[in-house]
């Protein structure tokens, strides 16, 4: 069996141990004779899952007694809709920080719904950067305040997040369970899970309890938290593979030693490109030093060509997925969770021998 280096951005690379038990359980499930992928919603071979992925991330998380932990579908770009359909009430406002692509989509959905303040704005800063905690202006009596916890795309991170009287809600898509922080500064988190999570087809929502009692009765049954949060994301089928295939990687990351342990492992194995990225003029990283993603990181070199030679020999020699988003180009390593600290040691060796040829 030969594996890649998957520096893909999302769905992106999952735990190699995960892959070979899902694979060991596919076609008959710890003995019922079916596969997890046709046996019901309802059943108790699914229900032992679902319970622990809740179970799971509750423990991951250290969440209180009054938050609660939904599976739900259409990703992360659903949250967008459905946190201000759920609470931006009639007349209110919400207050959104943009700080780049993601945080534009989800103020572009916010803004079909209700009123939107744009409480700090970097997204065409270059640099890349997000905001920082006290450059908020924040909106009295606002219904609740949105950020992007890590721009996908940029490679620009929040380090420290604000302390706010309205909810905080945060897009943790990339990198959801990759540091600790304290769950109960947020209302509400959701992040879709083919990112840090799992695959994709599910969208990880955490809230605050009380939260979903706001929502307007004009709102569809189907797109209120009270409903996912009263029938425990079983109010219509869910995504229950995707739902498997996420209590694995939260229990694999349990049995690593939960996020702490992780989240040391994320810093040093992006410290490592950083500093390759640093040591030399040839590469350029585009984040500020201070906001660098530990998930996703983007560095330019020379001249476009030279970034495309640099992504056709890495691929043919294993390291996949280098290339940036196609609205900013450049080079991108995401480097989540699973990513295996042997790939960075790996590609730093790559860009210096690259260097050496080419700078
Ligand atoms: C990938 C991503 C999204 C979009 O996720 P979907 O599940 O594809 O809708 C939203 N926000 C961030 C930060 C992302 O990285």
Known sequence: MSRVYNFSAGP???PLDVLKQAQEELV???GCGMSLLEVSHRGKEYDAVHQEAVANVTKLMGLPEDYSVLFLQGGASGQFAMVPMNL???????DYANSGAWASKAIKEAKIVGKVNVVADTSKALPTRVPQPEDLKLTPGAAYVHITSNETISGAQWKTFPTTEAPLVADMSSDMLSRPF?????GLIYAG???NLGPAGVVLVVMKKDLAERVSDKVPVYYRYKTHLEENSLYNTPPCYSIYILMLVTRWLLKLGGVEAIAKINREKAGRLYAA??????YRGTAEPSCRSDMNVTFRLPSEPLEETFIKEASAQGFKGLKGHRAVGGIRASIYNAFPAEGVDALVSFMKEFEKRNG
């Open 193 to 195: 899970a083919q990112k």
């Open 28 to 30: 008959d499930y710890k």
């Open 12 to 14: 992106a690379i999952l």
């Open 182 to 186: 304290d769950a109960k500064q947020f």
């Open 88 to 94: 931006l009430g009639e007349g209110q406002v919400a």
């Open 277 to 282: 990225i640093d040591a030399t003029p040839f």
